[in-house]
């Protein structure tokens, strides 16, 4: 090492530089990894800053390069003397060392000082759990004395949504942050998808999907149903599920359809509802004025009879049964 910067009193966002001359003894070219830090005198933790206390230099056989270090002083060092060590190994930055070649310690310490300033937090409601970068300080309102730079400050308490704000603490002052603190939202089962087909013919089983999102906070548990105005069998009507805040679930309900015309489903949670049409196509032939004849093509008294008895159960439409009448009543063969 040929040089350190002179101001070896340093605090949080300061920087440690210093100048390193590597020499190379070796008959070929050498990589080598070079890396700065601060270690207690004591032997204790030693403290780097990631990749800008550590560099790569190549070296050529018998030559000598010099390496400039500067190492951040971040606020997790804690207050006291470091010594200031400058190492050149065999390897990269971030990697651990395979072979240190030379380790030098400046002949100067460097002293890591923590100026103060004071946190104020309050919340609403009051009586709420305040963290500082992950660590319980006390409950709100409270004041307590950090070193500066930035932090993060979380309330939580019990039955509400925890909130958190950032503060930076400045050298003997006092930064204030005031947090609300929300009610959670009760669960709302918000029907989110209704998915049925079109068309089916009856006595044709089909599957219809209900998603259901939980659009509150907390969780909560509901039945969603599914009905039909009319004509449609279901295998179950009503399935309970258990929902976390903001979370999804899908049923399945299979259902089979008895008689032909539109029918109307409706899916049901006790907070929503959707609507969903459906055809339901006749799983019969259409009939014709035919299907009521005799032998001879001739529509007689026995196919008359055939023909209301079709209507009155809804087999048949009254145009139908107009038709069928009319050819009754000219007893001509139906061509």
Do not use: C
């Amino acid at each position: 090492m040929s040089d350190m910067n002179a101001d070896v009193t340093v605090q949080p966002g300061d920087t440690v530089e210093a100048t390193m001359t590597v020499a190379n003894p070796e008959d070929e070219s050498m990589t080598y990894a070079i890396r700065s830090a601060l270690h207690p005198p004591d032997g204790g933790r030693r403290y780097r800053a990631g990749e800008s206390s550590q560099q790569t230099v190549e070296v050529d056989p018998g030559e000598t390069q010099e390496v400039e270090l500067v190492l951040v002083v971040d606020k997790t060092y804690p207050e006291g003397e470091y010594d200031l060590i400058l190492e050149a190994g065999v390897g990269k930055p971030g990697d651990e060392f395979t072979l240190i070649h030379d380790r030098h310690t400046a002949p100067e310490t460097v002293e890591v000082v923590k100026p103060t300033g004071e946190l104020g937090v309050t919340t609403t409601p009051s009586e709420a759990s305040i963290s500082v970068d992950g660590e319980v300080v006390g409950e709100s309102p409270l004041t307590t004395e950090l070193p500066i730079g930035n932090y993060t400050v979380v309330a939580n308490r019990l039955d509400y949504e925890a909130v958190s704000g950032f503060v930076e603490i400045s050298e003997n002052e006092t930064s204030t942050l005031s947090l609300d603190l929300t009610d959670p939202e009760p669960p709302f089962f918000d029907i989110t998808s209704f998915v049925v087909p079109d068309n089916v013919e009856e006595g044709e089983e089909f599957v219809i999907e209900v998603g259901v999102t939980n659009v509150g906070d907390e969780p909560g548990e509901q039945s969603v149903t599914v009905t039909a105005d009319t004509g449609i069998e279901f295998e179950e009507t009503s399935n309970t599920i258990e929902v976390t805040g903001a979370d999804s679930e899908r049923i399945r309900v299979r259902a089979t359809p008895t008689t032909a015309g539109e029918r109307e489903l409706t899916a049901r949670t006790d907070d929503d509802e959707e609507t969903r049409t459906i055809s339901v196509a006749s799983d019969q032939e259409e009939r014709t004025v035919g299907d009521y004849t005799n032998s001879e093509g001739i529509v007689d008294t026995d196919g008359l009879r055939a023909a209301v008895s079709d209507w009155q159960a809804g087999d048949i439409d009254t145009d139908l049964l107009r038709e069928v009448v009319a050819a009754w009543q000219s007893g001509e063969p139906i061509e």
